[in-house]
């Protein structure tokens, strides 16, 4: 009984501490709570459609399928100052370009039955000629697998966009691949986004976001 009692216990902690990171999160995340915090008065009208659609616009003026719906992340914006969090607008995806890692800070698309089809996967990784003229484009052959042990990572998943050729082709651009072990490119999160697909597949729509994290310390195993 007094082992019973322990494990319940120890659950209800664990749960206690899920929840106060699940706050956490919403709080660091939510771009209306940042905003409150910054002191940064914002007028949103709920009431407010778009007539022609009908659609809800987001807080930065986005519809409501538009990956920046729920705003964005960063802050990003498409200036050449900003070459660490520069913004890149795809229909595909929208993405921060961090120049310095040479990879996305994050990629935000939204997911839906519309775009799943029968497109197969096009493998043909190219650089991203949207940068900036002078910036350098990362090429497929800047990952040296045998090298590093590194893939080439798509963050948003080639399988999410087979509703053409063109939208296929779209998550092959360098900009959206990261470095990735192949345990958690091929295992982890390929689980995960066969999961989000079947989501999709069952008339479910999806907004999601996928960021990564670099030690400053440790350079980043491509282009070496």
Not at 26 to 49: C, D, G, I, W
Not at 152 to 163: E, F, I, L, V
């Amino acid at each position: 009984m007094h082992k019973i009692k322990s494990i319940r216990c120890k659950r209800f902690i664990a749960f206690l501490i899920l929840a106060f990171f699940s706050i956490v999160n919403f709080q660091s995340y939510n771009p209306l709570y940042a905003r409150k915090k910054k002191n940064k008065a914002t007028s949103v009208n709920q009431a407010e459609y778009q007539s022609s659609k009908n659609s809800f616009l987001g807080d930065l003026g986005y519809e409501e399928n538009n990956p920046l719906y729920f705003g964005n992340p960063s802050d990003a914006e498409s200036k050449l100052s900003y070459e660490t969090n520069f913004l890149l607008e795809k229909k595909q995806f929208v993405l921060s370009y961090n120049s310095k890692n040479l990879c996305p800070n994050w990629v935000a698309w939204h997911l839906s039955s519309s775009d799943l089809g029968k497109t197969m996967r096009s493998n043909e990784f190219l650089p991203d000629d949207q940068l900036p003229e002078n910036w350098y484009k990362v090429k497929k052959s800047d990952y040296q697998f045998a090298k590093y042990g590194f893939e080439r990572g798509h963050m948003c998943p080639s399988a999410d966009r087979t509703s053409s050729v063109q939208d296929n082709s779209q998550t092959f651009l360098m900009t959206n691949m990261v470095p990735q072990s192949s345990d958690n490119n091929g295992i982890i999160w390929m689980h995960f986004e066969l999961f989000e697909r079947e989501l999709a597949e069952k008339g479910y729509t999806l907004s999601k976001s996928r960021s990564i994290l670099f030690q400053e310390e440790k350079p980043i195993p491509i282009w070496l």
